[in-house]
């Protein structure tokens, strides 16, 4: 057995349904390996693509999620992509080949300190040293991508390794199985909520999954706690709580679990003066008998909170598109229980936010890095085959991904991209007037580009929108299309929803 058959017997061995992929010569022993295994690989159009689809695949499915990338400039592309699955403490592994072995040191092809460079956005990131223990390291660090707070890890595969005799065995089933949580303090935590007049529970990103969002549903039920995910670099500004930093300010005791006080919180600041912080790692057990008041209404209210406005808005007959009006029409297509909303993007990517709701939201979260929600979008239709898929993204980012609409039409991923064309940066326009004033306000212009067209060029389904009339229909027939379709929808440029009591 070649070392690469390790690796892919023992990501078979692990459960992996899928490995995202681009080629590379150091890897190659692994895509051949892979026919053996039983192991389908999805050949995508750039490294960080790979990886965002491993992220949402993470997300959405609870495995881990798999990219293999090639040594070198393979492997730089994809350690971008690892910020993003950092900040969402999505459970990746990341599998770059690397230069062999016996040509350390001597400037080998493609050779790169691959470990050290991707070590800041993962959890653990190592060179694995032996062919024989390519197994056991392969489940270590699956165990590690999952265990506790989970979160990217990488192994650089040194290509000798790869084709070398392995007589390490492929590890058994218990082997990928991530540790328990140890016992934390759940008494003295229930008990200062209990005590609370106001208490609050925010999970960090891990809990955005519709499953992490159960488990906050019915502990909300029991304690009458209310329990939410924060997930956004906008922090109290999320665009989809509402008047969340009224609530953060509101409440007296707040439970961080798997949550960093970090500027999304604005380091505590967004509390109230006196309100007390407690941190675990996973929730804990509620018990029974809570008391009941009104502060779970009121803020449940609160975060519901949207501007009455929005809903009877009405975008000029001429167009362009209020950014609230496509997303009120987005919605329509989400009602199913399976629906995915991907969104991404500057300014379009938080309207979106603001106004559609699914069971299922992959968004870019806490890293704030544009441009996954192609491959998001991707990778969200292959978790849920059975699922009506949106993404909601800006025309820069559009960009970043595109020819991932390539694979879709091959891999036949049926989901909708709606670009929201203001033919702008628009994020960082609104910076430019807010902070350096309109005659300041340069260079962040696009060409109103046909990005339905770019898209119908790869085999997609492609629709253009100029006047609200034409939305409605245009999304009915991409959602119908029968393959991934994109809806290039003209918009005003608007900054971002900012939520203020009426
Ligand atoms: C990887 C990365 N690069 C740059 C940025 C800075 N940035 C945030 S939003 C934005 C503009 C996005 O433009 P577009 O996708 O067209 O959306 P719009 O704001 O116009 O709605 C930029 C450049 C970022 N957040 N991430």
């Known amino acids: 057995m070649r070392g690469a058959d390790l690796v892919a017997r023992a990501l078979a061995r692990a459960g992996t349904r899928r490995v995202f992929a681009l080629s590379g010569n150091h890897v190659m022993p692994v895509f051949d390996a892979a026919l053996d295994a039983g192991l389908p690989i999805l050949h995508v159009r750039h490294e960080a693509a790979a990886v965002h689809m491993a992220d949402a695949w993470a997300r959405l499915t609870g495995e881990v999620g798999v990219a293999l990338v090639t040594g070198g400039p393979g492997h730089a592309n994809a350690v971008s992509a690892l910020y993003t699955a950092l900040a969402a403490q999505s459970p990746v592994l990341l599998l770059s080949g690397h230069a062999p072995v016996a040509e350390l040191g001597k400037g080998a092809f493609q050779e790169m300190a691959q470990a050290q460079m991707a070590e800041p956005v993962c959890k653990a990131s190592w060179t694995v040293r032996s062919a024989h223990s390519l197994g056991e ?5 699956m165990r590690m991508a999952k265990s506790g707070r ?3 890890v990488h192994l650089s595969l040194p290509s000798d390794l790869l084709e070398a005799e392995a007589d390490g065995s492929v590890p058994a089933k218990e082997a990928f199985v991530p540790e328990a949580f140890p016992p934390g303090k759940d008494e003295e935590v229930i008990c200062t909520l209990r005590k609370a007049r106001t208490p609050l529970v925010i999970a960090g990103p891990a809990f955005s999954p519709a499953r992490g969002r159960a488990e906050l549903e019915r502990f909300e039920e029991v304690t009458g706690v209310p329990a939410i995910v924060m997930e956004s670099p906008r922090g109290a500004n999320d665009p989809s709580l509402g008047l969340l930093a009224e609530v953060l ?14 500027f999304t919180l604005r380091f505590g600041a967004a509390f109230g003066k006196g309100s007390r912080v407690l941190e675990a790692e996973r929730l804990p057990a509620p018990g029974q008998g809570w008391a009941r008041s009104r502060w779970r209404e009121e803020a449940r209210a609160a975060l519901a909170f949207r501007p009455a406005l929005w809903a009877g808005l009405a975008s000029a007959p001429e167009g362009p598109l209020h950014p609230a009006e496509v997303g009120r029409e987005v919605q329509k297509l989400l009602a199913g229980p399976q629906a995915v909303l991907v969104a991404d993007g500057g ?29 998001f979008a991707a990778a969200a239709k ?14 820069g980012t559009f960009g970043f991904h595109a020819s991932e609409i390539d694979t879709a039409v091959r891999e036949k991923l049926a989901y909708v991209a709606v670009v929201g064309n203001d033919s702008c940066w628009n994020a960082e326009f609104q910076i430019q007037l807010r902070s350096f004033g309109a005659a300041r306000a340069r260079g962040l212009d696009l060409l109103p580009t046909r990005y339905d067209r770019v898209a119908a060029a790869f085999g997609a389904h492609g629709e253009q929108v100029e006047r609200p009339a034409e939305l409605a229909p245009a999304l009915s027939r991409a959602a119908g299309a029968g393959r991934v379709a994109c809806v290039n929808v003209l918009i005003e440029r608007r900054p971002a929803p900012v939520f203020r009591r009426e």
């Open 137 to 141: 390291d392969l489940a270590r660090a």
């Open 150 to 152: 989970p979160g990217p």
């Open 249 to 262: 300010a509101s409440a007296d005791a707040v439970l961080l679990v798997g949550k960093p006080l970090d």
């Open 347 to 375: 300014e379009f990517g938080q309207w979106a936010q603001a106004t559609v709701s699914a069971p299922h939201r992959v968004i870019n979260g806490v890293a704030g890095a544009i441009g996954a929600a192609l491959p």
């Open 382 to 395: 292959l978790a849920l085959p059975g699922a009506t898929v949106v993404a909601m993204l800006g025309d």
